[in-house]
């Protein structure tokens, strides 16, 4: 049988593979270095590294590939785009809050179609391919299909977002979705900010219903957009235009499908 995109989801796997070995073992060195970026936010030697480490593997095995990284410039012009966060949840890593994970994708044509997101301090990893299914490997080292939930009804859902500071900035902006995430978070059963990667993947297994953050990057959502829509999920933009564009920042909202018309209608413009 012939599995969509199987040598380059084995390729992924593999990539995520160097990279736990990397990131595992700086987290929580006591001579961890850490610096500050132009736009204030952190990045650590383990980021870099990583980076470059899987950038080395592409250029060695899919040298005709462009690659789009967090922290290096971009290289290479191809409709077949690697995309790559190799700590998402720095802040998280350099606390040491296990909450961290290294996101990669590939994007062909503008369209994410394999997704790898391997959290080794959770013990977790998700992975998709376009037409293939979405899985995770759990704690215990086994490895499951997933599926995103059925709830139906706002009032029974479960809502997870990172924080209140980006929220904080859209209000300031003067637009609706602020005031539309406070309605949501009213009508929601249940909201939690578990954050990051983990709050989209949530939703991808069943366990959150409704996930949603206004302001993105590209490398923050590629790898989640083949996993949210094998499990059966939407993820788009609050206006519900798709959520990877591969330039600037994005909004982003996950649900398990059921719930994302009522959703978009209160975050969208």
Known sequence: MNVPWADDLALALRLADAADALTTDRFRAGDLQVATKPDLTPVTEADRRTELAIRAILERERPGDAVLGEEFDDTGDSDRLWVIDPIDGTKNYVRGVPVWATLIALVVGNEPVVGVVSA???????????????FTRDVDGSERLIRSSAVTRLSDASLSYSDHERWDDVAASGTDSSAGFHTLLDTCWRSRG????????????????????????????????????????????????????????????????????????????
Do not use: K, M, Q
């Open 120 to 134: 080794p301090a959770l013990g977790r990893r998700w992975w998709a391919a376009a037409g293939s299914g979405a």
């Open 194 to 269: 578990y954050g990051d990667f983990w709050s989209h993947l949530l939703v991808a297994e069943g366990a959150v219903d409704i996930a949603a953050e206004p302001h993105l990057n590209p490398w923050d959502v590629a790898a989640l957009v083949p996993v949210v829509r094998e499990a059966g999920g939407l993820i788009t933009r609050f206006d519900g235009t798709p959520t990877f564009s591969g330039t600037g920042t994005t909004s982003c909202v996950t649900t398990n499908g059921h719930l994302h018309h009522e959703v978009l209608a209160l975050l969208g413009p």
